[in-house]
């Protein structure tokens, strides 16, 4: 039999456990029929979908071997989502416990790695080398002094985002939807210049999608010869 592509993984207790836990936190109404499953996300994330009559649960693939007042934990926190519940406390601490725990932690990272590397193509895109274009910005920006992380198109265009710097992974990936013709090289090296800037300036989480920048931060971006241009043409692209 042929894997199903995204490999999530059976939760055969998953319906029963999240029924007990709907009768627990009193929910409202007759109770869905759930359909449970164990998902390879990328990160830590549970989610529940509530479709007519069917409550899809997926739940991360690192609790798979959770014990069962985690997932009993993990079950009314979701619920208490959907059904504008409250989870006791003891759930919440259950599972945080269990999230924050040194051995989850370290799964997820490992996880991480692993997943973002497959969803990375090679720095050399169909227009644009990343690495080139890094040692130059490189040598004009930074007297060629930044440290490297690894470099690459996302596997599928970005809609909102144009690039990503995740100092967990060490690496910058700039959407392949500016791997083509139409983009100028400019463009590309402005948004590489950007991600450049936050391995320049880390913070803790990864510098991905709508998040403020400090002043001294743009300040230095305008740095960038042909920003002007750059952001016109990007705003342009919508
Ligand atoms: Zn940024």
Request: charged share 30%; proline share 5%; hydrophobic share 40%.
């Amino acid at each position: 039999m042929k894997r199903r592509a995204t490999r999530a993984a059976a939760f055969p207790s998953g319906a029963r456990i999240f029924q007990r836990m709907f009768t627990r936190l009193g929910c409202q109404g007759r109770p869905p029929r759930f359909l449970a499953e164990f998902y390879p996300y990328a990160n830590l994330t549970h989610t529940i979908r509530l479709l007519e009559d069917t409550a899809h649960v997926r739940l991360s693939d690192v609790f798979r071997d959770a014990p069962l007042a985690v997932l009993e934990a993990t079950a009314a926190i979701l619920l208490a989502r959907v059904y504008r519940r409250r989870a006791a406390r003891e759930f919440l601490e259950t599972y945080r416990e269990f999230a924050l725990h040194h051995g989850t932690r370290r799964r997820v990272t490992h996880m991480r790695r692993k997943r973002a590397r497959r969803a990375l193509s090679h720095p050399h895109g169909a227009q644009h080398n990343l690495e080139l274009l890094f040692e130059q910005l490189n040598s004009r920006h930074f007297a060629g002094k930044l440290r490297r992380p690894r470099l690459g198109w996302s596997a599928r265009p970005w809609r909102t985002q144009l690039g990503c710097f995740d100092p967990a992974l060490d690496q910058i990936v700039l959407s392949s939807r500016l791997d083509r013709e139409f983009v100028p090289q400019y463009v590309v090296e402005y948004v590489l210049f950007h991600e450049m800037l936050h391995v320049k300036h880390p913070i803790k989480r990864a510098s991905c999608g709508l998040q403020s920048h400090s002043a001294e931060f743009r300040r230095q971006e305008k740095r960038f010869p042909l920003y002007d241009r750059a952001r016109r043409f990007l705003n342009r692209l919508g």
